[in-house]
C-alpha cells in the first residue's frame, strides 16, 4: 500500500546556487527516474521567516521553478508543484497540531538556532514555532517512504517519523484491536504482561528503541502464544494496528560537501555563492577572486591545499590525477593559484552552461512553467485528498 514515494521541498528565499545543486538537486534528479517524486516550492514555509516582505515571493517562486527545470527536473517524470496551492497541507498541519507537543517542537534544533541567528526578525510566532509540524503534514500527506534533503533537515525528518507514530497510536488503532491486543498481553502472565507493558510504553512516549527491543524479545520468548497472536503484539508494541500515516525517512547526497567561495559552506547569507544562472563572466571573476592559502604571498611561496578552499572545489570536480597535480604543485610551489583555479572555472562553466541554456526556454516562455506547476498541483492534490479522506475517518471527523 505505501508505495515508494519520494517528497521533497524547498523555499523560495532566492535563487538556487551550487551548494542546493550538489547538495539537494542532483538526488532530486536521480530519483526522478526510480521513484514517484513530489517536489514543491514551500512559500508557506517561506512565509514563517519572512512574512515582511511578501513581495518579494512571487519572484522566487517562479524562478526556483524555473532553477528546477534548468537543472534537469523533468515534469514528464516527477510531479512538481507549489504548497500553497494544496491547501489539504494546512488542513493536515491543523489536524496534526491537536497531537503536537509543544515540548517536540521547542526542542527541535532549528527553532532557536534561527531565532538566534535571525535575531533582526521576530521570530517568536506560532507559524515560526510550527515549521517543523508545516513540513511533517509536506510529506505525510503523500504517505512518502523518503525524503531528499540536505544535512540540516534531518531533524525535521526525525520530527515527522515521530508525529507519525503518535498519531498512528492515537488515531490508528482499527476496531476491537486494543481488546484483541489487551487479551494476548493477559495470556503473558503477570510478569511479563507488566514488562510488556513498561517496554511499549516507554517506546511510544519516548521513543526509547531499547525498550522496543526488549519488548520484542519478550514475545519471542512466549512460545506458547500463536503466531498470530504474537504477531499482535509485536504491532501492538509500536503503536497498534493501521498505519495511517506511515514513518519516512531522510536521504541524503553521498557527493562531496560544496564550500562556498570562502570555504564555508555555500549559503546566500554568507555572499559566497554560484547561482546555477550566473553569467559565466561573473563565475569567472568570482573564482579568480578566491582566497587561497594565505602562506602563497608570492607565487614562489609554497602553499597546503588543506587550507585553502579552491581545493575544496577540486575535491568536487577534479578526478585523481588532477588532484596529484594540485597537491604536488601547491606544495611545491609548482604552479601558480591562477593555474590551479583554471580548471575549477572550465569545470562550473562547464556543469553550469547547460543549465543556463534549458533556463532560457522557460524564460522566454513564462505560461509554459505555469501550465507545467498548474497540472502538477492538479496531480498532488489529488493524491493529499487520498489521504485526508483516511486522515478524516480516522479522526472521527467523516460524517455528514
Ligand atoms: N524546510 C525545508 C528547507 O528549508 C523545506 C521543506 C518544507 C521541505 N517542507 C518540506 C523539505 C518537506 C522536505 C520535505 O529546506
Ligand atoms: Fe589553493 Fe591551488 Fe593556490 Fe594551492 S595552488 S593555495 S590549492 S589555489
Redesign the pocket.
Known amino acids: 500500500m505505501f508505495s515508494n514515494r519520494v517528497?521533497?521541498?524547498?523555499?523560495p528565499t532566492g535563487s538556487l546556487h551550487l551548494g542546493h545543486y550538489h547538495g539537494v538537486l542532483r538526488n532530486w534528479i536521480r530519483l526522478q527516474h526510480e521513484f514517484e517524486c513530489l517536489y514543491f516550492v514551500?512559500d508557506w514555509?517561506a512565509l514563517t521567516t519572512h512574512y515582511e516582505t511578501p513581495e518579494v515571493i512571487e519572484q522566487n517562486v517562479w524562478d526556483m521553478a524555473i532553477d528546477w527545470l534548468a537543472a534537469g527536473v523533468d515534469p514528464a517524470q516527477a510531479i512538481l508543484f507549489i504548497q500553497s496551492r494544496v491547501p489539504e497541507h494546512a488542513e493536515l498541519h491543523l489536524l496534526l497540531s491537536m497531537i503536537a507537543p509543544i515540548a517536540w517542537l521547542e526542542r527541535v534544533p532549528s527553532y532557536k538556532d534561527q531565532q538566534q541567528r535571525l535575531a533582526d526578525r521576530d521570530l517568536a510566532t506560532y507559524g515560526f514555532l510550527g515549521y517543523p509540524l508545516l513540513?511533517s503534514a509536506?510529506?505525510l500527506i503523500y504517505r512518502a517512504s523518503q525524503?531528499p534533503?540536505g544535512e540540516d533537515?534531518v531533524p525535521?525528518i526525525e520530527f515527522t517519523r515521530e508525529i507519525a507514530r503518535r498519531f498512528n497510536h492515537v488515531f490508528g488503532r482499527d476496531q476491537g484491536y486494543e481488546e484483541k491486543a489487551e487479551a494476548a498481553i493477559r495470556k503473558l502472565g503477570a510478569k511479563r504482561a507488566r514488562l510488556y507493558r513498561q517496554s511499549r510504553g516507554r517506546y511510544l512516549e519516548k521513543g526509547d528503541t531499547e525498550a522496543l527491543a526488549a519488548g520484542r524479545a519478550l514475545v519471542e520468548e512466549a512460545q506458547n502464544l500463536p503466531l498470530g497472536e504474537r504477531e499482535r503484539l509485536f504491532g501492538y508494541l509500536e503503536g497498534g494496528g493501521k498505519v495511517v500515516l506511515p514513518e519516512p525517512r531522510a536521504l541524503l547526497t553521498d557527493a562531496p560537501r560544496m564550500p562556498g567561495l570562502d570555504g564555508q559552506k555555500m549559503s546566500k547569507s554568507y555572499g559566497n555563492t554560484i547561482a546555477l544562472r550566473e553569467e559565466p563572466e561573473s563565475i569567472v571573476e568570482k573564482i579568480r577572486r578566491m582566497p587561497t592559502d594565505p602562506a602563497r604571498v608570492k607565487r614562489a611561496d609554497p602553499g597546503d591545499p588543506e587550507k585553502c578552499p579552491v581545493w575544496e572545489f577540486h575535491r568536487v570536480y577534479s578526478d585523481a590525477s588532477r588532484r596529484d597535480w594540485v597537491q604536488q604543485g601547491c606544495r611545491s610551489a609548482g604552479i601558480g593559484c591562477l593555474e590551479c583555479k583554471q580548471p575549477v572555472i572550465d569545470q562550473v562553466l562547464a556543469e553550469l552552461q547547460p543549465i543556463r541554456e534549458r533556463a532560457r526556454r522557460y524564460l522566454d516562455d513564462p505560461t509554459l512553467v505555469r501550465n507545467i506547476v498548474a497540472d502538477g498541483c492538479d496531480k498532488a492534490r489529488k493524491l493529499a485528498q487520498e489521504t485526508m479522506r483516511e486522515v478524516n475517518e480516522a479522526m472521527g471527523l467523516d460524517y455528514n
Open positions: 517528497v521533497s521541498g524547498m523555499r514551500a514555509h513540513q509536506d510529506v525524503v534533503v533537515q525535521h
